[in-house]
């Protein structure tokens, strides 16, 4: 490494300091930059001062965007009276990219957990409540994750939204096909047993 002038050092460094990127990998990048043309390495520059400078969270559904209100949020043609709560932005991506969902989303950025200090006022839980009532949303979908804590979330909102008249659903988790019984936890068996449909005869 010490072989390397210090100018690309400096950007082996930066670069081994994203996540998932080693050293070797790190070398290999910066080595790169040294091979593309000057406009495609401004371009580059350019576009990450950009995520730094233009994306921010939509101010209805707290997702990412670079227009406020989001694309999402101000589609015509998008269900309107259902919102889909997920915990993270990337969540929210996931979910529609996989167009299973055409509806509004809400992004609560986090899952509630005592331990580490978060509670309700953490989340955006007062705009979740909030957008329910303005929007006059029919379904709320909990798309939390099915982990303990994302389970715990989930649970949470189910009570608090029970006051509404609102019907509030959780996605339907089961066993990943191939898996094991024996080795699959006991929250995706709790789900999978509580989402089982009924089965056509043969
Ligand atoms: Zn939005």
Do not use: W
């Not at 994302?150 to 339907?172: D, F, H, K, M, N």
């Amino acid at each position: 490494m010490r072989t390397y002038p210090p100018t690309l050092l400096r950007l082996i460094k930066e670069f081994a300091h994203l996540p998932g990127i080693g050293e070797k990998t790190a070398t290999r990048l910066a080595l790169h930059v040294l091979n593309i043309s000057r406009a495609k390495t401004a371009s580059l520059a350019q576009s990450i001062l950009d995520v730094k400078e233009k994306i921010r969270l939509c101010s209805i559904c707290f997702g990412l965007t670079d227009s406020d209100p989001c694309r999402i949020c101000t589609d015509p043609e998008r269900a309107t009276g259902v919102l889909c709560v997920v915990e993270e932005t990337d969540d929210l991506m996931a979910l529609d990219n996989s167009g299973a969902f055409r509806g509004r989303y809400h992004v609560l950025h986090g899952v509630l957990s005592p331990l580490d200090g978060v509670g309700p006022d953490q989340l955006k839980i007062k705009e979740l409540l909030d957008r329910v009532e303005k929007e006059k949303i029919k379904e709320v979908i909990l798309a939390n994750n099915t982990d303990v804590e994302g389970e715990a979330t989930a649970s949470y909102l189910a009570r608090l939204l029970s006051s509404e008249t609102v019907r509030v659903s959780r996605i339907a988790s089961g066993i990943p096909i191939g898996c094991d019984i024996k080795y699959t936890d006991q929250v995706t068996l709790k789900r999978a047993l509580e989402g089982r449909r009924d089965m056509e005869g043969c």
